[in-house]
């Protein structure tokens, strides 16, 4: 990092927090630090939408996922529009019409206290594990410019994210949101075109798709049912469309987003837009990656992106073998590219293919070396966009791309913070610890639960080291709940003979089969939303039809 890049860093972030605290300046009552009174205009909301998905494990995994997997992850979206078209319609009048601070409490008006103690405490816990991944993320980025042991760059990034929302509440980071996503934009193009530049002369963009189509890169789309295969069509717009629903007609940290809106329709349009950006956002993102992919085919990357542990690979005895091996298949891959870029023939293309194939072992074997040197697993992934980015992008654009990812970071773990307060003192201690307090007492407590959850967030963000592709790990998280989530919420909208008791007991039974999957089938993890809600809602109404918890005709 360069002096320049520092400049361009630092001027961003700080901007980025004193605009937002300067718009939640007049924050003053438990409405307003929760709701933001309900003054939100439809694009602030859209774009805190946006920048509360987009994280920075959005920016720094989803391109790694890229390079090793190929750009099949955008199917994992492909059921994102109809879901937002369906809670646009359903979940944001409800919402709004019941004057809630939280989803969960219109479980309890729908049902009874219980089922909404239950579905609070099962945000809680997977929102709260979540959280700590998406510190985590930001952190990888600190550790890798500084060299800081990660437990130090969380509690940077802890503290600073914690410090703005304590203070601004929701106001803070909507606005900050907005201006983060901003930020991000810029990011994204300025990364892409310069995976572009950075390419051999002889290289055009035309040769670098066709490199990348070669080798696996472009998978964009795959037709084939697997129920074991993560990522293909019928994952994407069935699976996928249910984690969508969950995440954003259940999830507190996107109900809350849209529950500042100045009405209805403000709301529905915040949705929308997602609706038509989202994809191609992803899109653009995995664009990057597969780039950066065809750009190590002519400038050799290292056998192991994580720069600690290649130099603890460095210093093994079996290290030299390896690196001749490495180089020969680096060399080979790209005379084979070079080969398949002038002929494009069934030959060349299979000469690229083996060569590519040859090249991947042989950084597995790298890879499971650095796993028997540490005696733990090891993924790199994450590292791939961050090695690219300070490796190769000149000063000024370095700052410009890092500043994108820390405020794509500080835009998730804020909004999940913030929402997790909101549930804890909504839900929790208003609704069964303090319940006649004054507005002044829950405002405190309100931001005495920020505090607490952000230091929650950095005492657990260690455990994403062991996660492998950090995009995968937080939805994975969020799938094993999802499921059960969902059902309860189309139980409380769709099947009004259902009580209480039914919906409370269904939402375990659907938390146990989800768990028993897991442990006992290879089936993907979107499958899991799927079945999950299917097994709650069969469970209710099975229990309603049996006379239990069944709830009485008005």
Same mark, same amino acid.
């Given at each position: 990092?360069?002096?320049?890049?520092w400049?361009v860093l630092?001027s961003?972030?700080v901007?980025?927090i004193? %605009?937002?605290l300067?718009?939640?300046?007049?924050t003053k009552?438990?409405n307003q630090?929760?709701?933001a009174?309900?003054?939100?205009?439809?694009?602030?909301m859209a774009?805190s939408?946006?920048?509360?998905q987009?994280?920075?494990?959005?920016?720094?995994?989803?391109?790694?996922?890229?390079y090793v *997997?190929?750009?099949?992850?955008?199917q994992f979206?492909?059921?994102?529009?109809?879901a937002?078209?369906?809670v646009s #319609?359903?979940? =944001?009048?409800l919402?709004?019409?019941?004057?809630v601070?939280?989803? %969960?409490?219109?479980l309890? /008006?729908?049902?009874?206290?219980?089922t909404?103690?239950?579905v609070s405490l099962?945000?809680?816990? $997977?929102r709260?594990l979540a959280v700590?991944v998406?510190l985590y993320?930001?952190?990888?980025v600190l550790?890798?410019?500084l060299?800081?042991?990660? /437990?130090?760059?969380?509690?940077?990034?802890g503290?600073?994210?914690?410090?703005?929302?304590?203070f601004?509440g929701?106001k803070?980071?909507t606005?900050?949101?907005?201006?983060q996503?901003?930020?991000?934009?810029?990011g994204?193009?300025?990364?892409?075109?310069?995976a572009?530049?950075?390419?051999?002369?002889?290289?055009s963009l035309?040769?670098?798709?066709?490199?990348?189509? #070669?080798a696996?890169?472009?998978n964009a789309?795959?037709?084939? !049912? *697997?129920?074991?295969?993560r990522?293909n069509?019928?994952?994407?717009l069935? &699976?996928?469309? !249910?984690l969508?629903?969950?995440y954003?007609?259940?999830?507190?940290?996107q @109900?809350?987003r849209?529950?500042?809106?100045?009405?209805i329709a $403000?709301?529905r349009?915040?949705?929308?837009?997602n609706?038509v950006a989202k994809i191609?956002?992803?899109?653009f993102?995995?664009?990057?990656?597969a780039? @950066?992919?065809v750009? %190590?085919?002519?400038?050799?990357?290292?056998?192991?992106?994580?720069?600690?542990?290649?130099a603890?690979?460095?210093?093994?005895?079996e %290290?030299?073998g390896?690196?001749?091996?490495?180089?020969a298949?680096?060399?080979r891959r790209r005379? #084979?590219a070079?080969r398949?870029?002038?002929?494009?023939?069934?030959?060349?293309l299979?000469?690229?293919?083996?060569?590519?194939?040859?090249?991947?072992?042989?950084?597995?074997?790298?890879i499971?070396l650095?796993?028997?040197?540490?005696?733990?697993s !090891?993924?790199?992934?994450?590292?791939?966009?961050?090695?690219f =980015?300070l490796?190769y992008?000149?000063?000024g654009i370095v700052?410009l791309v890092?500043a994108?990812?820390?405020a794509?970071a500080?835009?998730?773990?804020?909004a999940?913070?913030?929402s997790?307060?909101?549930?804890t003192?909504?839900?929790?201690? $208003?609704? +069964?610890? +303090?319940?006649? #307090?004054s507005?002044g +007492?829950?405002?405190?407590v309100?931001?005495?639960a920020?505090?607490?959850?952000?230091a929650?967030?950095?005492?657990?963000?260690?455990y994403?080291?062991?996660l492998?592709s950090?995009i995968?790990?937080?939805n994975?998280?969020g799938?094993?709940?999802y499921?059960?989530?969902?059902?309860v919420?189309v139980?409380?909208?769709?099947?009004?003979?259902?009580g &209480?008791?039914?919906?409370?007991m269904a939402?375990?039974?659907?938390?146990? =089969?989800?768990?028993?999957? +897991?442990y006992?089938?290879?089936i993907?993890?979107l499958?899991?939303n799927?079945i999950?809600?299917?097994?709650?809602?069969c469970? &209710?109404?099975?229990?309603?039809a049996?006379?239990?918890g069944?709830?009485?005709?008005?």
């Amino acid at each position: 990092m360069r002096t320049l890049d520092w400049w361009v860093l630092c001027s961003s972030v700080v901007f980025i927090i004193v %605009y937002g605290l300067w718009r939640s300046r007049d924050t003053k009552s438990v409405n307003q630090y929760l709701l933001a009174g309900k003054t939100m205009p439809w694009y602030a909301m859209a774009l805190s939408i946006m920048a509360t998905q987009a994280s920075a494990i959005t920016f720094i995994s989803t391109s790694g996922q890229a390079y090793v *997997d190929g750009m099949r992850f955008v199917q994992f979206y492909f059921g994102l529009p109809l879901a937002m078209i369906i809670v646009s #319609a359903t979940a =944001v009048p409800l919402f709004h019409r019941a004057n809630v601070y939280t989803a %969960y409490e219109y479980l309890e /008006q729908r049902f009874d206290a219980k089922t909404r103690a239950l579905v609070s405490l099962i945000f809680l816990i $997977q929102r709260g594990l979540a959280v700590g991944v998406a510190l985590y993320a930001p952190a990888i980025v600190l550790t890798v410019i500084l060299g800081w042991p990660d /437990q130090w760059t969380t509690i940077i990034m802890g503290t600073i994210v914690v410090a703005y929302t304590t203070f601004g509440g929701i106001k803070a980071v909507t606005w900050t949101d907005f201006q983060q996503m901003l930020v991000m934009f810029l990011g994204l193009f300025v990364s892409l075109g310069m995976a572009w530049r950075l390419l051999p002369a002889d290289v055009s963009l035309t040769d670098a798709l066709h490199l990348a189509g #070669a080798a696996g890169r472009l998978n964009a789309v795959v037709t084939s !049912f *697997d129920w074991n295969d993560r990522y293909n069509l019928w994952t994407g717009l069935i &699976g996928g469309m !249910f984690l969508a629903l969950a995440y954003f007609g259940c999830d507190q940290s996107q @109900v809350q987003r849209y529950l500042t809106g100045k009405s209805i329709a $403000q709301s529905r349009l915040s949705l929308l837009f997602n609706a038509v950006a989202k994809i191609p956002m992803q899109f653009f993102i995995l664009s990057i990656g597969a780039l @950066v992919f065809v750009f %190590y085919t002519f400038e050799k990357p290292p056998i192991v992106f994580h720069q600690v542990e290649m130099a603890n690979l460095a210093r093994t005895g079996e %290290y030299a073998g390896l690196s001749k091996r490495y180089d020969a298949a680096f060399e080979r891959r790209r005379e #084979a590219a070079r080969r398949y870029l002038s002929s494009r023939n069934e030959t060349s293309l299979a000469g690229y293919r083996g060569a590519q194939a040859e090249f991947e072992s042989t950084r597995k074997a790298g890879i499971k070396l650095v796993e028997k040197t540490s005696g733990s697993s !090891f993924n790199d992934t994450n590292y791939i966009f961050l090695s690219f =980015v300070l490796g190769y992008l000149p000063a000024g654009i370095v700052g410009l791309v890092l500043a994108a990812i820390l405020a794509a970071a500080m835009s998730t773990i804020s909004a999940e913070i913030n929402s997790l307060s909101t549930v804890t003192v909504i839900d929790v201690y $208003q609704r +069964h610890i +303090h319940k006649d #307090a004054s507005d002044g +007492h829950y405002l405190l407590v309100s931001r005495l639960a920020t505090v607490f959850w952000g230091a929650y967030a950095v005492v657990t963000a260690g455990y994403g080291r062991s996660l492998g592709s950090l995009i995968e790990a937080v939805n994975m998280l969020g799938s094993f709940f999802y499921g059960g989530l969902l059902g309860v919420f189309v139980l409380a909208f769709a099947a009004p003979r259902v009580g &209480g008791t039914a919906a409370f007991m269904a939402v375990l039974v659907g938390e146990a =089969v989800i768990f028993i999957l +897991h442990y006992t089938t290879g089936i993907a993890f979107l499958w899991y939303n799927v079945i999950g809600c299917v097994v709650v809602v069969c469970t &209710g109404w099975l229990l309603s039809a049996a006379g239990i918890g069944r709830r009485l005709a008005a």
